[in-house]
């Protein structure tokens, strides 16, 4: 999560060439060695089979040293750990829209800055008005396929717009660093696919629903990146 919703705040970021190589690379690293970790105490602790079929692993490993009031606390922690993930994922979300609305591809009422707490309050709402209306869509499980599905699709159409603008790099005062080139990027440009391939074939067709989704709003770019294109040609004239 640090490392996905570092990218979305960079305008904010004080010294970025230094900070997001430590906070992407700092950031996963420090959640595999916790994950690897974790896996192993559960493995210790019960048996594989479990283990695999535990709905709550980290209560259940904590119950059965500590007892269940010890493992209702690890719960309530967990909650707590999830609202804070979710708010990270609320405050970053929203620069997106405000971004697009500022560079005039996007509803301008979802620009703008609050004049007092300085955020993008605006694409706040949207976002949180646009989230409440999918919410009452569909269960959790639904959402969150179509969610997966359109977010590979994003991710893949990244990789794809970083090999093809490599030379842009160059701009940059210093350049700004691509590690892991060329085998990272291109094992994500072939797994983009095959993920979202595994999330169509599941019922009841709502990855398909978030493709149509996906695709009604390309006219709209079009139009949008039409309108700026003649405004700037208009400014240079």
């Not at 970021?13 to 105490?41: D, M, T």
């Not at 479990?50 to 922690?77: C, Y």
């Not at 979802?110 to 004049?115: N, T």
């Not at 085998?183 to 983009?192: A, E, Q, S, T």
Request: net charge positive; hydrophobic share 50%.
């Amino acid at each position: 999560m640090a490392g996905r919703t570092s990218n979305l705040v960079g305008s904010e970021v004080e010294n970025p060439h230094k900070n997001f190589p430590r906070a992407l690379v700092g950031g996963v690293g420090f959640v595999a060695v916790i994950y690897l970790l974790f896996s192993a105490a559960c493995l210790k602790v019960l048996p594989f089979e479990t283990v695999a079929t535990s709905r709550h692993i980290a209560s259940d490993v904590v119950e059965h040293i500590k007892g269940a009031t010890a493992a209702n606390w690890i719960t309530f922690a967990m909650v707590i750990s999830a609202l804070g993930s979710m708010n990270s994922s609320v405050l970053s979300g929203a620069r997106v829209g405000y971004a697009m609305a500022r560079d005039g591809i996007f509803f301008k009422i979802v620009g703008g800055i609050h004049p007092k707490f300085r955020t993008p309050g605006r694409s706040l709402i949207f976002q949180g008005v646009l989230a409440s209306l999918m919410a009452l869509t569909g269960t959790f499980e639904e959402l969150t396929n179509l969610f997966i599905f359109a977010a590979w699709i994003f991710y893949g159409a990244a990789v794809v717009a970083m090999f093809s603008h490599a030379q842009d790099r160059a701009r940059f005062a210093p350049p700004l660093p691509l590690l892991g080139l060329p085998l990272g990027p291109r094992h994500l440009r072939c797994r983009c696919p095959r993920a979202d391939r595994k999330y169509l074939d599941r019922p009841p067709g709502r990855s398909s629903i978030g493709l149509l989704l996906i695709l009604a709003g390309l006219p709209s770019i079009g139009r949008w990146n039409r309108s700026l294109s003649a405004a700037s040609n208009a400014a240079g004239s």
